[in-house]
């Protein structure tokens, strides 16, 4: 009877450690669901079940990937030392998570509502929904190292600071878990059950129930780095010794006598090093010799140390056994650093030491953080290089490093296993990507730019009625149970002309151009004749020479350009101009022209007839395609100017969301989709103004109307909880109405 596991594919695709691995559950694309990997050469390859390759890899992380958790729907959420998560759908990264100040070395998708957790070497946990932080969770006074979700209101953390949290979703810590002697890395949950596994630094995997540890199983290994129990209630660990290991209840699964004495024999051979504080303080002189293990121990796990001839040996107390096993011999060892644990941490990584250097005696001093199985040379070179200090100072350096750690290499048994999380040993300081340059906030979360409560202040909408919301148009007569807002089919356009003010406004600006800008009394003419045109007061089509006028006008510098930015975004509704500006050959400056105007620091008219020209590309086939082509770049940039206050910017947006979806319901992708969902949910939380509210909402419905993809990501999202506040909405009906019929279908 073969009571193990056979090993059956060996599966490679990163270029260095791997430091995670998740299971994407099954789909009707991959029946037997797929495996995630996360390596330190900062992707993440995902494999199917019967082939060595990577299906396709994730690029995108700066930093080692050092946690995956998949979730619903075909997510999957990443945690990496950038100090960044990501969300990924299918191949694509939907969002970035922005926020803590170190590594990221735990995450977790919760059960519902689109929510998602992030635990750091910053020493705090967030809860995250449609990719904004919610709440911190703060308590831990070390690395946040491992989380496990309990229910969909409370989870469980473990941290270096040797302790496990259990906490509400809504903040409060309900209980905190005391027994490991040292970090702990990693914790499972029981299936159906609040029971859990922990493992550390301390040798130990525990068994905790019904609040306390009830059981300590030691491994012949220093570090175990990870644990997770089986549908079958099985516990399978990893540890430093590059061995796993099973463990079961069960008596049909347990272990051969011979594999269990194996087992036995080579726990008692370990090697246990005093300084690591894993059996407590030890005073060897002070301790008795074999007869104490004739007295039975008390509880399971227990632990007593003995002296027989001079050697210090450690044994634990076995309940189901009566019986005293020898779990090793205890070693002494020099130049300890550490009393708790055998490793120093330094911007959120591990190290065996980290020294401080004073260079001269009153200039500052510096930290250098090294490894045993670094090279003390390489080592000294990049903390002369990183810290911009005389390279004379060389050999000191590392002469000091090596005086330093004499006789430490005893402890690198298992160097040649490194850290999956820190990847002790690998991680050359010079290369430091210290946590003090966290990147600028990301456009589609827009971590922490906006202020909720800013108010919009009433621009006066430009000229005539904007034909979309037809004022009052939808009554709230309309029987109830016809939907008549979503799915869209069309582009919404900004229509609204006044040509002899434009114009008007044109001329008196060009007048105060400088020489090299201004236009001729023929250009002027010329750009009468283009508005006329397609303002459809003339049947002449548009001519090339027109274009070229307009082009140069548009380049204007950015205080006088709007006139003729409102000539642009009126012409381009011309299918000859549509043509012109988004066909093949120009299409790459037309777009790059029309994003420069959407910097928030500018002008807020230039950003208002940017959005409106970016809305108006959607009349025609080439604009459509354009604009799809472009649709990351456009959309990542327009998200930028969500927040002003100005109204018509925001319906502007609004719009541009729902020409978006217009076309993304056509052709259905999902990653266009994620985007589009991810801009309306961020979005939502800052305008006010109900026009873009309402334009926003259909943009909602046509994009998960008859596409349960997109219905399953907008749940993940917790976009129905955003919306349900618009169903009670008594003026303008048509926000009740459409939140109701985009509520019906979530």
């Known amino acids: 009877l073969n009571r193990g596991f056979t090993e059956m594919h060996c599966m490679s695709g990163h270029s260095n450690f791997v430091s995670c691995v998740c299971i994407i559950p099954p789909s009707d694309l991959y029946p037997r669901g797929l495996i995630a990997t996360g390596g330190n050469d900062h992707n993440i390859c995902i494999f199917t079940v019967d082939n060595a390759a990577p299906l396709y890899v994730l690029k995108g992380h700066k930093n080692t990937v050092c946690s995956l958790s998949s979730g619903k729907f075909g997510t999957l959420l990443s945690g990496s030392w950038d100090t960044t998560a990501k969300v990924w759908l299918n191949d694509r990264c939907m969002m970035t998570l922005q926020g803590h100040t170190a590594a990221i070395w735990a995450v977790k998708i919760l059960p519902e509502q689109g929510l998602m957790l992030t635990g750091s070497a910053d020493k705090t946990i967030k809860l995250w929904k449609a990719g904004r932080c919610e709440r911190t969770f703060t308590g831990h006074e070390d690395c946040v190292r491992g989380l496990a979700i309990l229910s969909e209101i409370e989870f469980l953390s473990c941290a270096n600071d040797a302790t496990v949290r259990r906490w509400q979703i809504s903040g409060e810590c309900l209980q905190v878990y005391y027994g490991h002697t040292n970090y702990i890395y990693s914790i499972s949950v029981f299936p159906q059950c609040k029971d859990f596994v922990t493992t550390g630094e301390d040798r130990t995997l525990r068994i905790w129930k019904q609040g306390e540890c009830t059981q300590t199983i030691r491994l ?47 726990l008692s051979q370990a090697c246990i090093d005093p300084k690591t504080g894993d059996l407590g303080d030890i005073n060897a002189d002070d301790l008795p010799g074999r007869e104490h293990l004739k007295d039975p121990g008390t509880r399971d ?22 019986r005293w096993i020898k779990i090793g011999d205890v070693v002494g060892s020099s130049g300890a650093t550490q009393q708790t644990s055998g490793k120093v941490l330094y911007e959120g990584k591990e190290y065996d030491y980290v020294f401080t250097i004073d260079v001269n005696e009153n200039g500052p001093s510096y930290k250098l953080p090294y490894n045993i199985t670094d090279d003390p040379w390489l080592t000294a070179y990049n903390f002369l290089q990183k810290n911009d200090l005389n390279p004379m100072f ?45 990147p600028a906030a990301d456009p589609f979360t827009g971590a922490g730019r906006y202020v909720p409560g800013s108010t919009s202040n ?54 105060s151009a400088t020489e090299e800008h201004k236009l001729t009394e023929d250009d002027l003419i010329i750009l009468e004749k283009l508005l006329s045109a397609v303002c459809n ?79 108006n590309c959607f009349v025609s086939q080439a604009g459509q ?63 006010q103004d109900l026009e873009a509210i309402f334009r926003l909402l259909v943009a909602l419905g046509t994009l998960i109307s008859d596409d349960t993809n997109a219905v399953q990501l907008a749940k993940s999202l917790g976009v129905d909880s955003q919306i349900k506040k618009y169903a009670s909405v008594s003026e303008p009906a048509k926000v009740k109405e459409c939140s109701r019929f985009v509520l019906n279908l979530l």
């Open 301 to 322: 796990g227990q632990t007593r140390l003995i002296k027989d001839n001079g050697k210090v040996e450690a044994y634990q107390w076995s309940v189901s056994e009566g």
């Open 625 to 687: 395609k354009l604009m799809m082509e472009q649709r990351d770049d456009i959309m990542t940039q327009a998200i930028e100017v969500k927040s002003g206050s100005n109204k018509n910017i925001h319906i502007a947006l609004a719009t541009l969301t729902l020409n978006y979806a217009v076309c993304l319901h056509k052709v259905n992708n999902i990653e266009g989709k994620a985007q589009c969902l991810s801009v309306i949910s961020t979005v939502m939380e800052v305008v």
């Open 537 to 615: 007061t003339s049947a002449e089509t548009p001519t090339a020479q027109q274009l070229q006028t307009l082009w140069r006008a548009v380049h204007w510098p950015e205080d006088i350009v709007f006139p003729a930015l409102d000539i642009l975004r009126l012409s381009v509704r011309h299918p000859t101009v549509n043509e012109n500006f988004c066909s093949e050959k120009d299409h790459v400056q037309f777009i790059t022209l029309l994003l420069k105007f959407l910097n928030p620091k500018g002008k807020q008219a230039n950003q208002l007839l940017a959005l409106r020209a970016l809305c």
């Open 458 to 511: 009433a621009v006066a909408p430009v000229g005539a009625v904007d034909p979309y919301t037809g004022m009052g148009a939808y009554q709230s007569a309309v029987a109830k149970d016809d939907n008549i807002y979503f799915p869209k089919k069309d582009a919404v356009t900004f229509d609204q002309a006044n040509p002899t003010q434009i114009l008007g406004k044109l001329k008196e600006l060009n007048g």
């Open 220 to 266: 012949p290994a220093q570090s175990v780095w990870c644990c997770c129990v089986l549908e079958n209630g099985d516990i399978v660990v990893g540890a430093s010794d590059g061995i796993i290991r099973v463990f079961t209840e069960s008596l049909e699964r347990t272990a051969s006598a011979e594999e269990i004495q194996a087992f036995e024999n080579e």
């Open 394 to 438: 060389l050999d000191q350096v590392a002469m000091f490093i090596m005086d330093n750690t004499k006789g430490q290499t005893l402890l690198s048994t298992s160097a040649q296993f490194s850290d999956p999380f820190t990847g002790a040993g690998r991680y050359v300081p010079g290369s430091s990507s210290g946590s003090s340059t966290v």
